[in-house]
């Protein structure tokens, strides 16, 4: 299963609205996890069977699906969230990850 | 607190080999399915493979299949990963992570935590 993420990288300002896509190559119901990752850290788990928060994580964060089409959506973009994303299909092995989208302060 | 601990990453010359180890604390271990996934310098996440809690699915990624094995101690709360004929592309830092369990064991899982870890270079 291969995960293709859009855009690559984005360039957005605090209080934005900022959506990442990762579509799969093909059906995974709804297991697709997403991650944030900030430079010299192992990655965060955000969201996990494409829209249930994992505890802690801030409301901002929202993820939906759309038959291979995943979103991860934060709602208004905080300092604390410039970070790489990835997603992850949990639906079989191997655990694929997306290529990544770098989220860069405007 | 869930903490993974990886060691044993250095400097290793082509076809040589090394294993890693990953020291958990803070749960069960038995109780869960661990994965190792790597990171090359600048690059994206790649998933290596993973040792389910009940111990009947190990599977791999095909660039590591014949080269890389998995294995786990329940005893001493470790997992390891050996890795043999190591390739320049093996460069990478190695993380140790714990699967959620929110599914069967043999279904992989949202990785819930992870070590900090350890940096494996193959240069001549």
């Known amino acids: 299963i291969q995960l293709t993420q859009s855009p690559s990288s984005l360039s957005a300002s605090v209080g934005d609205r900022v959506t990442i896509t990762c579509r799969a190559s093909q059906a995974i119901s709804s297991y697709l996890a997403w991650y944030q990752q900030k430079p010299g850290k192992a990655p965060k788990l955000l969201i996990y069977a494409a829209s249930t928060l994992q505890r802690g994580v801030p409301s901002r964060f929202s993820g939906s699906v759309s038959g291979t089409d995943f979103t991860l959506t934060i709602s208004s973009l905080q300092p604390d969230d410039f970070a790489t994303y990835f997603c992850q299909q949990h639906n079989s092995y191997p655990g694929t990850f997306g290529q990544g989208t770098k989220v860069e302060i405007k | 607190e869930v903490q993974l601990v990886e060691s044993g990453g250095g400097l290793v010359k082509p076809g040589g080999s090394l294993r890693l180890s990953c020291t958990a604390s803070g749960f069960t271990f038995r109780d869960y399915t661990m994965t190792w996934v790597r990171q090359a310098p600048g690059k994206g996440l790649e998933w290596v493979s993973s040792f389910s809690r009940s111990s009947r699915y190990i599977p791999y990624a095909d660039s590591v299949k014949g080269r890389f094995t998995i294995s786990r101690d329940n005893a001493r709360n470790l997992l390891y990963l050996q890795m043999n004929s190591l390739r320049a592309e093996d460069t990478a830092i190695y993380y140790c992570?714990?699967?959620?369990?929110?599914?069967?064991?043999?279904?992989?899982?949202?990785?819930?935590?992870w070590g900090q870890g350890t940096l494996v270079t193959v240069s001549s």
């Open positions: 992570a714990r699967d959620s369990n929110l599914d069967y064991d043999s279904f992989p899982s949202p990785i819930d935590y």
